[in-house]
């Protein structure tokens, strides 16, 4: 596999920034996100990075550089963007579980909303009536996604607004007067079947006719990004096809008059990031020698959370003659990134680099072990510059009361 990068300038940030760090490449986002542009013009598409895979405020910066707007999961998220310059318009906020003071605190932004429950809706209605045009979150029932901790959509999930409560849903509408504008859907990460999206898409348009306000068909996030050397990303030219043939075969949507939304995260980001980590110690054991990296589940929690593949290459010795490795972080408790990987020779301060790491990567590290959380590094126009310093001392010890 592949990294973006050359070998000699991950070791040339390894020396100038130390390790473990996280690296973005951001000509990397803007191929990923040129590939949507192109993909979806064949209809009227908006694009909102999904932040809540890497929310640095310089590579939120670049993302609205390229033109892309942003999808936010918490309040938080949504200052971010604001902060980082977003017009509230091109911000969304997609939230599940929620109290309802975000929402008006969203609403006193100015930024598109999606409500995902009947509760948070009926409060908004009464609230805000027919004056703020809001989305709903739709549960279609569709099973999708890598796997079941990362599917959202399937029929015992928590998000969205269960489809079979429709009249509940239209009682609360009509009631208030509610301006629906948007029709929202995520039915999970790591998508691979472009069916799904189509689906989807239909389940949206059966519930069309209810809305009359409707302008905008949101269809959430999930394209799946190779992880593994065998595995392929999800064919976007093939949904903007097949979206565009289902508008057409459809008696009354019309792509002319309703925008389709879309809130990418990993398409995005997550082949763009790099950990880039040392061999703090080697061990044999049984002809399958254990590397320690000095950094771990603590930084980069997916392969044990979710058993997920991060692809592992020795930057520091590429020709060297392949074997058999364990690669295992250095928190107490176990936290394997590898369990039995080929990895060109390993050899006690290597640098080694982990693939795919963009994407929910620092964004779900912690201080487990009372550990530092990484520097990150963006490298843009062929420089490298640091985004986030090393946490330090301080930081660990910043809001306890002593
Ligand atoms: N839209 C909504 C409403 C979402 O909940 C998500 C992700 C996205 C968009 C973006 O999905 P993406 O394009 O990134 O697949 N931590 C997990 C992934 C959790 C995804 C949560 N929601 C992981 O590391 O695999």
Known sequence: MQSSLPNEQFLQIAKEFGTPVYVYHAEKIKTQYEKLVNAFSVLDTKFFYACKALTNINVLRYIKSIGCNIDCSSINEVKLALHAGFEPRNVLYTSNGIAFDEIEEAVSYGVNVNIDSLSNLEKFGKKFGHNYPVGIRIRPNIMAGGNIKISTGHSKSKFGIPVEQLDELKRIVKENNIHIRTLHLHTGSEIKEVDVFIKGMEVLFELMP????????DLGGGFKVPYHPHEK??????????????????????????QVWFEPGKFLVCEAGYLLTQVNVLKANNGVTIAGVNTGLNHLIRPMMYDAYHHITNISNPAGAEQHYMVTGYICETDTFADDRLLNEVREGDCLLFHNAGAYGFEMSSNYNSRYKPAEVLVKDGGAQLIRKREEWDDLLKNQVI
């Open 233 to 258: 990303e999800i064919d976007v030219v093939a949904i903007g096809a097949g979206l565009k043939k289902a508008f057409d075969e459809h008696p009354t949507a019309d792509h002319k008059k309703l």
């Open 210 to 217: 209810h809305f009359p306000e409707l302008e905008v068909l």
